[in-house]
């Protein structure tokens, strides 16, 4: 017969079995979980669109002809990043009329993400595309990066100002700056037309956090007081 020595040690034995296989299958959980979040093919290559074309109206992505998403893209609104299907081409985005607006016919690169801003006035015959990479050297330790990019829909040139400091001077329509290193904290952004002190647009406590990549972006026409009202965002590259 077995000791009650024994008995013990076995008992002990079959509980960490049981922990080790219980924790086994959470992380198994926790793992798929995840994957959701993922894409599906392994690209990791994600896109996000930007419509900020007051008279745009709603477009559609297509990648090699197929259309990829369910709700077309409104004015002022981020897609934000959204895992590609397919790296075929074209890539394109059509309107409400399925007229061709933007198209590439370069594929894009792997674990890589874009964004796309869709701007100017159809009414003026400024419209735009702006399609950038969100990629760059990683920070220094305790900074993070800030590019900027003038996307407003009419044609303006702008000075950026970070708690006090000019960060970016002179950005004509539709230009991107650099990314620029800054320590990480919390920002007053100001913008204003250059040269001058009319302030076009504020965005006051914005942080930007250590190690991070961002970028500040303007929208909107310069005297509208509408929904397509001069303003300034900020999106969140990595």
Known sequence: MINSGIKYRIGVLSGLFLMMTMGMIAALLTSCGKESNASPTGLNTQLNVINIGPDLYPV????????QNSRSYVYGVPSGY????????????RNYL???IFEKDTALVTNCKYTLFLTGLLSENTRRNIFVADTDAIPTIGRAKVRFINASARTVNLDVYANGTLAYLNAGFVSVSKYLEMPAGVYDFKIYATGTSTVYADLPNTTVQDGRLYTLYTRGV?????????????????
Do not use: C, W
Request: aromatic residues 8%; positive net charge.
């Open 98 to 100: 399925n007229s061709t």
């Open 82 to 93: 959204v895992y590609l299907q397919s790296l075929e081409t074209p890539l394109q985005i």
């Open 60 to 67: 559609d992505l297509y990648i090699a002809n197929r259309k």
């Open 222 to 238: 310069v005297g509208r007081t509408d929904s397509a009202a001069f303003t300034a965002s900020m999106i969140t590259n990595r």
